[in-house]
């Protein structure tokens, strides 16, 4: 079956740091969205890619999707204490049917002040 | 804002009782999903109901959990007999499927299950 794998599943930086998280599937998806969860909190929808190669920015992070359409990133530039959560991606297959929504590990992000 | 209500936000229970989970959907969304969450696994999708209708239950183990949809304003999620190896946090999610451009997956607290 279709499988996300996202690395690293811990990251710990300094305040003022980048922070980078991977996410890479087994197969082609037909779009890859990103969440982010708070400690305590539940996962809220942060962007969705569709396009290969598509590059999405929010403030101080910035979306990848791969050229392939297998695997996606997520930087984040400077780090702030409010960046703490974890970050989570799910894919989709082209059917579009929820079973095929899979979501990777998280990354756990720690942001030291 | 529309959101998506479940009930209880916390349960702890003695092993062997029944647990039920209760998810309000948000208004209009077509498709209830309902995720465990552990330390270990992640978020894992046990089982989901489009219009009503539940489409896929293979991540659910069968023989302790049931899930249902009896009105479009309510989901369910049972286990009995529930063991400590339940323990995890439950999440509802709802959402409008197939996923168009920028349709994503609303989540409600969760329900945070402790089995003793």
């Known amino acids: 079956g279709q499988q996300v794998m996202q690395i690293p599943q811990y990251q710990h930086v300094q305040e003022g740091e980048d922070f980078t998280t991977y996410c890479n599937s087994s197969?082609?998806?037909?779009?890859i969205q990103w969440y982010k969860q708070r400690p305590g909190g539940h996962p809220v929808f942060l962007i969705q890619?569709?396009?290969?190669?598509e590059v999405k920015k929010q403030k101080r992070l910035t979306f990848q999707f791969g050229e392939a359409k297998k695997n996606s990133s997520l930087h984040i530039t400077a780090t702030q204490t409010t960046d703490v959560g974890t970050y989570f991606c799910?894919?989709?297959?082209?059917?579009?049917?929820?079973?095929?929504?899979?979501f990777g590990s998280g990354t756990q992000l720690t942001v030291l002040p | 804002d529309a959101r998506v209500t479940q009930t209880p936000r916390h349960k702890v229970t003695e092993m062997g009782q029944e647990v039920t989970m209760r998810c309000q959907p948000i208004?209009?969304?077509?498709?209830v999903f309902w995720y465990r969450q552990t330390m270990m696994q992640g978020l894992e999708l046990l089982a989901y109901?489009?219009?009503?209708?539940?489409?896929?239950d293979s991540g659910m183990p069968k023989d302790r959990f049931s899930a249902e949809m009896p009105d479009a304003t309510l989901a369910t999620l049972k286990i009995q007999p529930s063991e400590p190896r339940d323990s995890a946090v439950y999440f509802c999610?709802?959402?409008?499927?197939?996923?168009?451009?920028?349709?994503?997956?609303?989540f409600g607290s969760g329900t945070q299950l402790s089995v003793l």
């Open positions: 999610a709802s959402g409008f499927l197939p996923l168009a451009t920028n349709e994503k997956l609303f």
């Open positions: 197969t082609t998806l037909s779009n």
């Open positions: 890619l569709v396009k290969s190669g």
């Open positions: 799910a894919g989709t297959l082209s059917s579009g049917s929820a079973r095929q929504l899979t």
């Open positions: 208004l209009g969304h077509n498709t």
């Open positions: 109901f489009r219009n009503r209708a539940p489409l896929d």
